[in-house]
């Protein structure tokens, strides 16, 4: 079973472009995780979606940034216009059930954004 | 949430066991217990999670005060591979997000 995949491993964009995000969950998991670590910080909580929902995005910035999560294919975690201070990892997680205490997190490899 | 407190860093020498404590005090009863640890440049990683039992897996065993207010996690032989940030996180039932502190620096001497 393979695990979470993430794509791109490594993505550089120029401030002001866009920067795309994929994540593909574990299979059989319909609950995806996305978090960031900012260089030399712990790992922040920014979005929680299910399959074509958003259950919560009590920790993705109020502009700039979107998620999705639709029936078919990967979760998208889009950022628009680029500042150096997107510059950070971002890891995306997936669980078989919603996020009772109980449960695990299956976490991906990350995407390291670097903005120039 | 629960706040937690661990130390900054620990050293172990390789293949000798390493308990690392992690105080909550403010846990609520129906909190879980998770330990995840992140190797260098690599996403988190689950490790074991309990609620009031001492647990064991393949990877560690989750030593559980009474009290619930503090927990350790053991590694019964630490390896060069087990250097990591180590994260204690109470979760509840109705918790979506794992909050990430400051965790505990492990390094493994050879």
């Known amino acids: 079973n393979a695990g979470v995949m993430q794509n791109p491993r490594h993505l550089v964009r120029r401030r002001g472009q866009e920067a795309r995000l994929r994540c593909s969950p574990m299979?059989?998991?319909?609950?995806v995780y996305w978090y960031r670590q900012l260089p030399e910080e712990g790992l922040k909580f920014m979005v929680y979606l299910q399959k074509e929902n958003i259950i919560d995005e009590s920790g993705m910035p109020k502009e700039r940034f979107s998620a999705e999560f639709p029936k078919e294919g990967p979760s998208i975690l889009r950022i628009q216009q680029v500042v150096r201070g997107d510059s950070a990892a971002y890891f995306c997680?997936?669980?078989?059930?919603?996020?009772?205490?109980?449960?695990?997190?299956?976490f991906g490899p990350g995407t390291r954004l670097t903005v120039l | 949430d629960a706040k937690t407190t661990q130390p900054n860093s620990m050293e172990s020498n390789e293949e000798e066991p390493v308990h690392l404590p992690c105080n909550h005090s403010t846990i609520s009863g129906t909190d879980y217990i998770h330990w995840y640890r992140q190797l260098p440049s690599q996403g988190p990683e689950y490790v074991i999670h309990g609620l009031t039992s001492n647990v064991n897996n393949r990877m560690a065993s989750l030593a559980i005060a009474e009290d619930r207010k503090s927990s350790t996690l053991i590694l019964h032989r630490a390896t060069l591979r087990d250097a990591a940030v180590y994260y204690c996180?109470?979760?509840?039932?109705?918790?979506?997000?794992?909050?990430f502190g400051g965790g505990t620096r492990l390094m493994v001497k050879p």
């Open positions: 996180i109470p979760l509840g039932n109705a918790g979506n997000m794992l909050t």
């Open positions: 299979k059989g998991h319909s609950h």
């Open positions: 997680a997936s669980s078989p059930l919603g996020m009772a205490g109980y449960n695990e997190q299956f």
